[in-house]
């Protein structure tokens, strides 16, 4: 009956007499890649969204020389404890530091016309070693003989871009009036060339400081913080490293709160398309069971008969892929996160199209397995 037929012409015949089954089949598949295409697009975006966000706020890690005060340094008392200004070139050459863009400074408070004022001497900012980073956008770069002042600062010493001030027996250009940002000292900064400032102090060669941005790392969030701690010491040993537990931690807990969200979101699209192409398999075979027992009792092979099955599965499932990565890069081309455009990973259609089908007929086999298990006469007696 099918030895004039080939595979290929079978699995036709059966896709065409089994419509309304190949098309909810291939529905579901469609469906399920495009989820697929959609979660991990979005939730990459949300990612890459949240780590600019982040790096906004600025940097993430301080570090200081050992056995400062923190309750002192937070009332703007910064100590007579310093450290050699290479210790920044030192951190931004070993590659195994979890860290990267390193802005040294020095810190003095100062009183300027009865205003508190945070002098702080910086240097351009260093990336690691082997990177091409974009400055953080609190890393100034300040010109020799420039200062730039912080918003609050500015108006009440009653001056603007343009005007000079005296700051340590010295008079500076002001560059630039800061945007204001709100959380303390950083409106009442005074920020100047790091050479200035260490001549101004007396203090050549030295700094008090550097700030840093923690690269991601996997983990839990206590492991991340005693890894990043461990990576600086193990170089710079008479330093204390203390991260920004709230842009650290909020940025390193969004991260795993992501990544386990794309992964039950996964578990439920894989779950869900397994369940329909098994139900609506097993309809099929259980529809098609006389004509299955007909063909065994004419002793077509069972792996011939299974075959058509399985290569039905192969075909709606290959053009539900190839459908469903069409619709989802559609939509996610028009499709943003805040200001943050969508884009699916070019390897992941890829990956999609050659394992969607394997992935698919692993499904659909059981209900074709269970319906060759059953005797033919039993079969064609019960249809008869």
């Known amino acids: 009956m099918t030895r004039g037929l080939s595979m290929a012409r079978l699995i036709m015949r059966e896709m065409q007499r089994a419509?309304?089954?190949t098309a909810l089949c291939f529905a579901v598949v469609l469906l399920a890649t495009g989820l697929l295409i959609g979660m991990v697009s979005v939730t990459r975006a949300s990612v890459n969204a949240t780590r600019i966000m982040m790096k906004r706020m600025g940097f993430n890690l301080l570090i200081t020389p050992e056995g400062v005060d923190v309750a002192q340094y937070q009332a703007l008392n910064f100590q007579d404890k310093d450290m050699p200004e290479e210790y920044v070139q030192r951190l931004a050459e070993n590659g195994a530091i979890l860290a990267q863009h390193f802005v040294g400074k020095y810190q003095k408070t100062v009183q300027l016309d009865g205003n508190v004022a945070v002098l702080t001497g910086v240097l351009a900012e260093v990336p690691r070693t082997g990177t091409r980073k974009t400055p953080m956008p609190t890393a100034y770069d300040v010109p020799r003989g420039t200062v730039y002042l912080g918003a609050a600062l500015a108006p009440a010493l009653g001056v603007a871009a343009g005007d000079s001030v005296d700051i340590l027996g010295k008079r500076f250009p002001v560059g630039r009036v800061l945007d204001e940002v709100g959380a303390p000292p950083e409106d009442i900064r005074i920020f100047a060339h790091l050479h200035d400032v260490q001549e101004l102090v007396g203090r050549p060669g030295r700094i008090n400081a550097v700030d840093a941005?923690?690269?991601?790392?996997?983990?839990?969030?206590?492991?991340?913080?005693?890894?990043?701690?461990k990576s600086i010491?193990?170089?710079?040993?008479?330093?204390?490293?203390?991260?920004y537990q709230s842009i650290l931690l909020a940025r390193q807990k969004q991260r795993l709160f992501i990544a386990r969200l794309e992964l039950i979101a996964l578990a439920i699209v894989m779950a869900g398309s397994a369940t329909a192409i098994w139900g609506l398999t097993y309809q099929n075979v259980h529809n098609r069971r006389q004509e299955i027992g007909v063909l065994r009792a004419l002793g077509i092979a069972d792996w011939r008969i299974a075959l058509i099955?399985?290569?039905?599965?192969?075909?709606?499932?290959?053009?539900g892929a190839a459908a469903g990565c069409a619709l989802g890069y559609t939509v996610a081309a028009h499709a943003s996160i805040i200001e943050f455009p969508v884009s699916p990973p070019k390897a992941l259609?890829?990956?999609?199209?050659?394992?969607?089908?394997?992935?698919?007929?692993?499904?659909?086999?059981?209900?074709?397995?269970?319906?060759?298990?059953?005797?033919?006469?039993d079969v064609i007696q019960d249809g008869a």
């Not at 099955?309 to 053009?319: C, E, H, I, P």
């Open 19 to 21: 419509k309304i089954n």
């Open 213 to 229: 941005l923690a690269c991601h790392c996997q983990g839990v969030v206590d492991d991340v913080i005693a890894a990043l701690q």
């Open 233 to 243: 010491t193990e170089t710079l040993p008479d330093v204390d490293v203390r991260p």
């Open 309 to 319: 099955f399985v290569g039905k599965t192969l075909v709606y499932s290959l053009a």
């Open 349 to 377: 259609a890829v990956t999609l199209l050659f394992v969607t089908p394997f992935i698919a007929a692993a499904f659909a086999l059981p209900p074709v397995l269970g319906g060759l298990l059953q005797d033919p006469a």
